[in-house]
Nanobody, 127 residues
Framework: QVQLVESGGGLVQAGGSLRLSCAAS????????MGWFRQAPGKEREFVAA????????YYADSVKGRFTISRDNAKSTVYLQMNSLKPEDTAVYYC????????????????????WGQGTQVTVSS
């Protein structure tokens, strides 16, 4: 059974930083791409960042480019999202997602392209 467990969310002031983690287990594919999405109240779930299986290809939404950094440690089956210079508009529930892939360099930005999802972790940025 596939499980994605996010951690690291919390309350932070504007301009502050948080680091989210997503630990994966039960993934049977030899390679899989990972992504982060977020959903604010009353809004659609939106793409934040994604990373290829090799870790060499990151991809970001324009709204977080230059502030967020996605990385992964395949030995630990964990993906991270370092969030700096946080803004009140970053407030949302952040979800980790995974999908198997034949290409070790592919990244995916659509939520429809992911098969597995975590339960989410709340990030609140106060002004």
């Amino acid at each position: 059974q596939v499980q994605l467990v996010e951690s690291g969310g919390g309350l932070v002031q504007a301009g502050g930083s948080l680091r989210l983690s997503c630990a994966a287990s039960g993934l049977t594919s030899s390679s899989y791409s990972m992504g982060w999405f977020r959903q604010a109240p009353g809004k659609e779930r939106e793409f934040v960042a994604a990373i290829s299986w090799s870790g060499s290809i990151p991809y970001y939404a324009d709204s977080v480019k230059g502030r967020f950094t996605i990385s992964r440690d395949n030995a630990k089956s964990t993906v991270y999202l370092q969030m700096n210079s946080l803004k009140p508009e970053d407030t949302a529930v952040y979800y980790c997602a995974a999908r198997s892939t034949y290409s070790r360099e592919s990244v995916y930005s659509s939520k429809r392209q992911y098969n597995y999802w975590g339960q989410g972790t709340q990030v609140t940025v106060s002004s």
